[in-house]
DNA sequence: CAATCTTTGTGCACGCGTTCACAAAGACAT
DNA sequence: ATGTCTTTGTGAACGCGTGCACAAAGATTG
């Protein structure tokens, strides 16, 4: 979800819901795969199947796109793929640039989910003077002193943030100063920036904690159903007490 | 979210609504922030601003946890820290594997975000060979022969998967089977895990295309808003039509 | 100790998203 | 042409999440 700041409260931008957006590249991987393996037509409960969702949710996203199937038959793969591909803008070229060429940014301008999509990695920019005219998956990277030049010079208005935690803010300011209104932050940090900028975050700690939370929950209800049933069903990994308030930094 | 497959339907795991456990690492983020510059309390107005969130929505949050704040005064930073790492599991080592050591997996295994909050890089696995023993971010390859004798060893119950697609579910499908419950999947496909297992997805591709939506709505609302009032205010960047219908893929 | 001021904790209302269930629509067979 | 069968598209109900607004609680001051 895009940043506190903005805070489009889920507006749904042209009718179509915001949580329905979210799906559609959902759908467009399931329907290439389906495309790729010539399969001319599918219905909703195969797709949904594919894409991993409930049929009547699959439908009432595609509602809201218009009426593009045929009763008793499916929907036409190709046909499908062609709207979402242009409700979701992939018809026409997305240049992008990645600033912070770390370990993760390397990975991301490598990453070919990106060229399959319209999206074309336009340049690369880091800091770090050491790694100018270096190419990175076959682009040269460039310095930040160029970061502005470079957006205008290639029409860029999708910034891609893989620095460390302390530069992103500045690098986003910058990015949307010169022209960029999407931003796609991978920094573990809360950027705020003007009203009608998009900013997406990906925090691969965040996902970590949260499956974490879930974990724990479970090796709670596991050795509390054990409390009952004393059974060595399970390996002798040191399970923790449940809820066993472990006095560690209890300050005053 | 998890796959649809599994589909706790938003269960509110123990009283804790799943939107509120997504939120915790951000509020934990924020406060280590302020326990760093010793910071002894925060009011709710002041952490809701550092984490990007609405203070009410923040105060609802914490009230699943217990009253631990003061009124007329705040919470105390030091304290909230504490309980939110032990709500979140983060008291407790988690031992992690990631499997697939591509650009991707090795920027993952750089990543200091893991070893900063309780994850541990138990083993890296790949399945080509001629990755085997050599050190990625100082820890040595394994090859994806001995998968489960390394969970097992290592008493491993979280996965992340950053292999290629086709690759996914099959490791996704021996990884649950030597005993891992929870899985961070980077691959783009949808992974079909039995009732009990976690999965939590990241995709890079889908992000941006989500972006993309919502850059070519932006570009479609200002380009019918020049239509009435012509004026150049925006750079000459090649504005496509905002919903030209681009004749395309158009099937029979 | 009383008055005032700050900030929490939460009851309540509203809106979005999900799901069910079914009528309408079209394909296909006879 | 008529009937049957499949599958879509959607009205309606429900539940979760969000945000407002305020009473309760405690700190602080005189």
């Known amino acids: 979800m895009a940043t506190g ?5 889920a ?9 329905t957006v979210a799906r559609l590249p959902l759908y467009l991987r399931a329907l290439t795969a389906l495309s790729e393996r010539s399969v001319p037509t599918v219905s909703s409960e195969e797709l949904a199947a594919a894409a991993g969702v409930n049929s009547a949710k699959l ?12 009763r008793g038959v499916g929907y036409d793969v190709e046909y499908l793929v062609y709207q979402i591909s242009r409700e979701l803008g ?5 240049p992008v640039v990645i600033v912070g060429i770390g370990n993760l940014g390397a ?3 490598n990453y070919g989910g990106f060229a399959s999509r319209g999206f074309r990695v336009a340049a690369l ?5 050491g790694l100018t005219g270096r190419a990175v998956a076959g682009i040269p990277v460039q310095h930040t002193d160029d970061l502005e030049r470079i957006i205008q010079d290639n029409g860029v208005s999708i910034g891609v943030i893989a620095t460390p935690a302390g530069a992103a803010q500045q690098v986003c300011d910058r990015l949307v100063a010169a022209g960029v209104t999407s931003i796609l932050n991978f ?21 970590l904690q949260i499956l974490a939370f879930h974990e724990q929950r479970k090796a709670g209800e596991e050795a509390a159903a ?3 049933a004393p059974a060595a069903t399970r390996k002798d990994s040191a399970d923790q007490g449940p809820d066993g308030d472990v006095p560690a930094v209890m300050p005053a």
């Open 5 to 9: 700041r903005t805070h489009r409260p």
């Open 11 to 19: 507006t749904r931008s042209r009718g179509i819901p915001e949580a």
């Open 59 to 70: 439908r009432k996203d595609f509602s809201y796109l218009g009426s593009y199937g045929t």
């Open 90 to 94: 992939l018809t026409q070229d997305w």
């Open 107 to 109: 990975a991301l301008a």
């Open 125 to 129: 920019i880091d800091a770090d003077p």
């Open 187 to 207: 920094a573990p940090t809360v950027l705020s920036v003007p009203e009608g900028v998009d900013v997406r975050k990906v925090d691969l700690s965040i996902e």
């Open 226 to 228: 054990e409390a009952v």
